[in-house]
Structure formats: C-alpha cells, structure tokens
C-alpha cells in the first residue's frame, strides 16, 4: 500500500462544476496536509494547507479532512479553465521531521 | 520577494559523466529540500537542510548523489557518476517552517544518455 493515494485521473469536469479531487494516507498519526497544483512543465505550487479535521475554505477551493477515515479532499467550485492542471497531495506523515510525501497527483481537465 | 531559484533548467548528459545541480533559496529560510520526480512516479523526498547542516538524507539514492550547503546558503547536488536511472526532474524547495508549506523551484530536467 502506498503512502499516499490519489487517482491519477484525468478527472475531467464541465466549466462552472465542482471538481472534487481525492487522496488518502496511510498513516493514521500524521497531521499535517497540503494541497499543491502544478502545471505542465511548471513546479508545484502550495494552494491549500489543513491540520484540522473538518472543512477549509479559500476563495473557490475547499479542503476537506477527515482523520478518522484517513482521508483527505479538495473541492474547487466553479471550475474554470485554468484550473486544468495536476493537483498533488502531500502529506507529513509521523516521525519524517519536516519531510512532505507525495501521491502520484490527479490530472484534471476543466472542458468548454 | 524572489522566489526558488534552480539552474539549469535542463541537462542532457551521458552516462558517467558528472553533473551539478544548484538551488538558491528564498532569503530567510532555513529549510531547503531536495526532491525528484522520474518519469510517471510521484515526487520523492532526496534530503533536508537546516542552514548548512544535513537534517534527513535518508532520501538519497546512493553514494553516487552529494549534497552541499555550504555556508547555509544556496545548495549543490552532484551526481557523479550519472546513470541512465538518475534522469528526471530534480526539484528544490524552501520553506521557513513546515506549518508553511514549502516553495518549490521550477526543477533541472536531467536526462542522463
């Protein structure tokens, strides 16, 4: 089982629906959570953190963390075209210092 | 505020030859980190500074990968000898603490012939 999963996509969505994008860890102790988009050929830019079990909002994305089931989503709303890109997760799992450890990213495709 | 700056942005060489890799950090962050994407695989940690000391090198493939810090500043990595499984994209990342997520740069594509 790998450490960190996420459906590799391509998730594909109509312009102006919620795309929701999913990850899970392996390590019920981690804590800390981090959603990253990176375009093709670009780095990975940070787009969402969560610690906490529940809902985070920012603007048209929602992180969404559930530590029991050892899960967590992000939900972009009103997708748009430049939301087309591959959203990784990471996640710092326990006892790694400050070590984030990727899922393999979801590529999404926002269509007209 | 500047941000991860890495160079090259690509590298083509053959195999056993060397090759240098640099990352300079956004100014004011301690941590700097080492990561690699090969083809089709997720993005995996190679090591963490602190400053200029090595915090986590349990990242790193084999003897053949040297990471330098020198001063705390921007950081090397060598790889030397080069093989074919080294190519990928090499990234380099900041931060000032994890609770703040990392910077990442925008990679050296290295593809070993």
């Known amino acids: 089982q790998k450490e960190v999963e996420q459906n590799s996509g391509p998730l594909s969505v109509p312009e102006g629906a919620i795309a929701s994008l999913n990850c899970t860890y392996s390590?019920?102790?981690?804590?800390?959570f981090f959603w990253y988009r990176q375009y093709s050929g670009k780095s990975p830019e940070l787009i969402m953190s969560?610690?906490?079990?529940g809902d985070k909002e920012d603007g048209r994305f929602t992180a969404q963390l559930n530590k029991a089931s050892q899960y967590v989503s992000l939900l972009i709303r009103d997708s748009q075209p430049c939301d087309s890109a591959t959203y990784l997760c990471?996640?710092?799992?326990?006892?790694?210092?400050?070590?984030?450890?990727f899922g393999t990213g979801t590529r999404l495709q926002v269509t007209l | 505020e500047a941000g991860v700056t890495q160079f090259p942005s690509h590298s083509v060489i053959e195999k056993g030859q060397t090759v240098t890799l640099r990352c300079d950090p956004i100014?004011?962050?301690?941590?700097l980190y080492w990561y690699r994407r090969v083809m089709g695989k997720e993005i995996k940690f190679l090591l963490h500074f602190v400053k200029e000391s090595k915090q986590d090198e349990s990242g790193m493939p084999n003897n053949r990968f040297l990471a330098e810090r020198t001063g705390g500043t921007y950081s090397t990595l060598k790889v030397q000898p080069a093989e074919l499984e080294d190519s990928g994209v090499y990234f380099c990342?900041?931060?000032?603490?994890?609770?703040?997520?990392?910077?990442f740069g925008s990679g050296t594509r290295l593809t070993v012939v």
């Open positions: 990471a996640v710092h799992l326990t006892g790694t210092a400050s070590k984030l450890t």
């Open positions: 100014s004011g962050h301690d941590n």
């Open positions: 990342a900041s931060s000032t603490g994890l609770l703040y997520g990392y910077t």
């Open positions: 969560i610690y906490s079990n």
């Open positions: 390590d019920r102790g981690s804590q800390s």
